[in-house]
């Protein structure tokens, strides 16, 4: 059979050039236009419920067509509404005006010009745009759930670092003698070994005899007196206030016999000592090594931290430290619930432009189906009629 093919991007055009509408169809097509959109703006017959579903209210004109005209005029005769007068014309107001609508349209064939500027609206306008809407919302959410997920990873990994930071420095932990008594007993060997022996006439070894007044201390089975001397010395030692006003007391020769006979020395020299307790240069600096791990023991950060705990500023400091932390755990979850919510909305605008855009399409297929089958039937003797180009990659 032979086929009549139309380049779809030329379709009026070549309408025009074969001369199936007139070249002033743009004039009766206004004409026609202003009908429909009163016929649009008018009640919809309630005898004829069909027109209601086909044309609802607030239906744009531009959105029409012939063909939805004589759809519309079909359901109006469908539901009796069909009756005429003895001049020919149609008695209900309605049928009468939708008639008249579609009669406008076939006259001069302007109805082909007016589905080929619809299709073309459609394929090179419309269907794109919906089409790009969707593919930018798809883009939007898929970049919103990869910055959904690294919110999230930043709020867990900002929890975690506040749990343990919360959880090193102990905060909320009571900083009791009892607690210092605990860890002095914990540090007892390493501070009995800087030492080495049970006579603290020794300790001239030692660059800090309030230092070596705690080990002393230490040696005892009862902590009491080593907590107490501790917590005045570690205030002087780090300069807080940590709950001992005073002073750590001083360790003279007259003080010896009262601390364990402690006693000062200008210098860490052995002479003048009995020989069973004199040591030689190697001895001496093993001891001062000890003196040094003890010191790292109860001068670290957790101790130090302990002693503090008693300091209000300093908890105060500590916490709003703290709170950065949290806050900032809770400023990523506030921003991954608010992408959340986005991604809400944009599931729901693709759900809706899904459909949209498939029945836009669908629509445009209609309509090229009705074009070529009116185009055959009227003017080429029923030889098909084939609108070739983009139209057909929809």
Known sequence: MEVVDIPFDRTTEWLLERRIVGASYTKSLRTVHARLA?????????????????VPPGTERASLTYFDAKAVMQALLDAGLGEKTLFGGYSNAHTAQWADIVRRFEAGSIHLADAASAMAQAVGYELPALKKEAARAEKELSELVRRQGEYERLAAAAEERYVAACDKKGLGTDCSREEIGRRLRESRSLLRATLGCPDAACTPVFSDEQFARVAALCQSEEMGGAVEYYLAYAAARLGADVGAKAAPPDVTADGADRAGKAVR??????????????????????????????????????????????????????????????????????????????????????????????????????????FEATLSELHFGGKRVNLMGAINAL
């Open 38 to 54: 009163a016929a649009l703006a008018a009640e919809r017959p309630a005898e004829a419920p069909a027109v209601a579903q086909l």
């Open 265 to 370: 020395q200008p210098a860490p020299s052995s002479e003048g000592l009995p020989p069973a307790l004199q040591l030689d240069g190697a001895e001496i600096e093993a001891r001062r090594d000890c003196v040094r791990r003890a010191r790292a023991e109860l001068e670290g950060e957790h101790t130090r931290h302990l002693l503090l705990l008693g300091e209000p500023k300093y908890l105060e400091r500590q916490e709003a430290s703290l709170r950065q932390q949290l806050d900032s755990a809770r400023k990523m979850g506030a921003l991954a619930g608010s992408l959340a919510t986005r991604q809400a909305e944009l599931r729901l605008e693709l759900s809706e432009a899904r459909p949209r855009y498939a029945a836009a399409v669908a629509k445009v297929k209609k309509l090229q189906a009705d």
